[in-house]
């Protein structure tokens, strides 16, 4: 049974970081694409970033370029989302995914497992 589960997510203010956390079990981790989605509320699921499978690369959407980063532990089977200089308008709930597409996968439907999400709220 696959599962992800992500951490980290709270309540911080306007230009504080959160580092938030998702931890896979029952796949071969290695082997998937390793994404981040938010919504908001009122809002359709946005992409935030993605990872290849090795962690050498990642891409972001353009909302967020520059003040996040996305990266992995293949070892830990653990991807991380690096959010600094936060604003009110990232508040959301952000899910990770796990994708077998290869690259840099940005849209849901190239992504076959979800978490359960979890709460950023940045106040101003």
């Known amino acids: 049974q696959v599962q992800l589960v992500e951490s980290g997510g709270g309540l911080v203010q306007a230009g504080d970081s959160l580092r938030l956390s998702c931890a896979a079990s029952?796949?071969?981790?290695?082997?998937?694409?390793m994404g981040w989605f938010r919504q908001a509320p009122g809002k359709e699921r946005e992409f935030v970033a993605t990872?290849?499978?090795?962690?050498?690369?990642?891409a972001y959407a353009d909302s967020v370029e520059g003040r996040v980063t996305s990266s992995r532990d293949n070892a830990k089977n653990t991807v991380y989302l690096q959010m600094d200089s936060l604003k009110p308008e990232d508040t959301a709930v952000y899910y990770c995914?796990?994708?077998?597409?290869?690259?840099?996968?940005?849209?849901?439907?190239?992504?076959?497992?979800w978490g359960q999400g979890t709460q950023v709220t940045v106040s101003s």
């Open positions: 995914a796990a994708g077998r597409t290869a690259g840099l996968p940005r849209y849901e439907y190239q992504y076959d497992y």
């Open positions: 029952g796949l071969t981790f290695s082997s998937y694409s």
């Open positions: 990872t290849t499978k090795s962690g050498g690369n990642a």
